[in-house]
Structures are given as C-alpha cells and as structure tokens.
C-alpha cells in the first residue's frame, strides 16, 4: 500500500518516538516535550489533505515544526523560572526495565518509555545544555546528537548554515570544558551503593568519605532550594533531611540512565536523585521533588533492582 492512499496517520505515527526524544534533550523536561509534539501533530492535522500530499517528508516537517516549537519555549523559560521554588532542573527519567508493569493497560503510550537512555540524557549533559543560549542548544542537538545536516539546521533555526555552524561550535566547546562523566557505570553504582548505606546509617564520616570536599548539591525545593557546597557539609544536610527510617525508604535506581537514588514515603517515590561521579567520589548531587517532574516515576509500581530475582 503507497504512504499516499494510507490514512493521515500512517505516515507520521512512526514518527513520535524520534520527536520525543529530539524535544526531551532541547527542553529537559519530559512534559514539555510531550506538549510540543502534539503541537506538531496537531499542525500536522490542521493542514488540508493536499497539503500533506504535497510534503515530500512528513518526518522532517515535523521535526522543523517540533523544533521551532521548542526554540519558542526554550526562548520563555528563562522568565518562567524566575518564579521556580529551588533551582530548576531537567525532568529525571526511570528505566522502564525497573518496573513492573503496574499499568493496567501495559500496551498504553507512556513517553518516558520512547527517550533513548543515552550519554545524550545524563543529568550532568542537560545541565550544561541548560547553560546555552537557546539557539545554541538547538543546533547542537540536531547537529552534533542527532546528525542532522547544517543546511536542515538552519531551516528549522531560521539562520544560515555558517550561522549554526557556529552555534553547535560554541555549544561544543561548553560540552568540552564541562567535567567529564564517568566511564564505569558499574564503579559509579558501587559508590552510589556505598552512598545508600551510609545514608541509611546516618554515618556522616562515610558520607563525607563519598562526596568530593568541593561537591555541590543542587535540588528544586523541598528543603533544598539553594545549592549546598562541599562535602561536609552535604552529608550533615543529607542525615537532617532524610527523616525517620520507619517512614522513608531508599532504593538504588537507573536514572537518565546512569545510578541514582530515589527516596520513597508511605510507598510513593517523593525525590529523585541523581549524581556526577568521578573515581570513588561524588562531585554534584541533583535532588528533584517537583511532583510535576516525577510523573513518570508514579505511573507504574517500583521494583527495586537490588530485589529483583535473575
């Protein structure tokens, strides 16, 4: 059957897994990235039948309409986050293969379960993705994560290709000077691991241990709404914080990929957290409480890893 005489849909349905994750890098927030693909998709719908026959590519109009939409947004959200209770920070994903399918519908679209788990999503790189001028992080990512040439860059950005040569140029070299991630995640788990049993200890020599004398922790509120630096005294907010044992519980996770930390009360995931490590210590810790942003976590019944059976 030709795409032509296929409905509406079937041409550009296939297309919603790579739009989500295109959108979730330039906006870090998982909701944000959901609103702007409908946006598309209701573009998409709102043109006559033989407008969509004349688009040669439905995939790539999308892309450009998704994009711009997000270049719209990126544009805004630096006023709407003068208002933020804490420090803003990017929307933290689960691993879908730490659930347990608490879904009734398990074939139901979730989102969360369409973002790649790659380097491209680790908190550390939406944080300095964060730090660029909206222009810049557009054409870094269409550029430099997902290949996409600098004539169609420009298209979408609205400046010519030399302009968004240099754009992705310059987002680059603050992807360069940013502190390198981790390369064993299974060293990173480990001190995430040691981290956890600390904490439950309240053992503030072990914390102190783990985190880096100069580490920052940076959380959006909920008795972090500025960030802490150095390890001391992170590891003394960090036993005052985590409240009575009989009532809060931590889990070891995969967050954006990589080994965090989520805290539960009264069988509800409250915090996300996740962490920049290298060697044997922690450098950043993010701590994320925004209902908004834990959407995801609330969707389906946790399964702790550490509990799992092979």
């Known amino acids: 059957m030709s795409t032509r005489s296929a ?108 973002v790649t788990l790659d380097e491209s999503v680790g908190m550390a790189f939406l944080v300095v993705l964060d730090s660029m001028s909206p222009a810049q992080r557009v054409a870094f990512i269409l550029h430099d994560v997902f290949r996409y040439p600098f004539a169609e860059v420009a298209r979408i950005v609205g400046r010519t290709p030399a302009a968004c040569r240099q754009l992705a140029s310059s987002a680059r070299r603050r992807v360069r000077a940013a502190p390198k991630p ?38 959006d509120g909920g008795g972090l709404r500025r960030p802490l630096r150095g390890g001391e005294k992170i590891a003394r907010h960090m036993v005052r914080f985590t409240g009575r044992p009989s009532v809060t519980t931590l889990l070891e996770c995969t967050v954006n990929g990589q080994p965090g930390l989520v805290t539960c009360q009264g069988g509800a995931i409250v915090t996300v957290y996740s962490f920049d490590i290298a060697g044997d210590h922690i450098r950043r810790l993010w701590a994320v409480r925004n209902p908004d942003k834990l959407r995801s976590w609330r969707r389906g019944l946790w399964r702790d890893p550490a509990q799992a059976h092979p």
Not at 82 to 105: A, C, F, K, M
Not at 184 to 195: E, G, K, Q
């Open 7 to 114: 409905p509406p849909a079937a041409p550009v349905m296939g297309e919603r897994r790579q739009l989500i994750n295109i959108a979730y890098r330039m906006l870090g927030s998982l909701a944000d990235a959901e609103d702007a693909v409908q946006e598309a998709y209701a573009r998409w719908y709102a043109l006559s039948s033989r407008e969509r026959e004349a688009v040669e590519s439905p995939g790539a109009w999308l892309t450009t309409v998704a994009s711009r939409v997000c270049l719209n947004q990126l544009g805004s959200a630096r006023a709407r986050r003068e208002h933020y209770v804490g420090e803003w920070l990017p929307e933290p994903l689960p691993d879908p293969t730490e659930w347990n399918g608490g879904r009734s519908d398990t074939t139901a679209f979730d989102p969360a379960d369409q």
């Open 182 to 219: 981790s390369a064993s995640t299974a060293r990173d788990a480990a001190v995430v691991r040691n981290l956890k049993r600390a904490w439950e200890a309240n053992d503030i020599d072990a914390l102190v241990s783990l985190l880096d004398p100069q580490a920052t922790a940076v959380g």
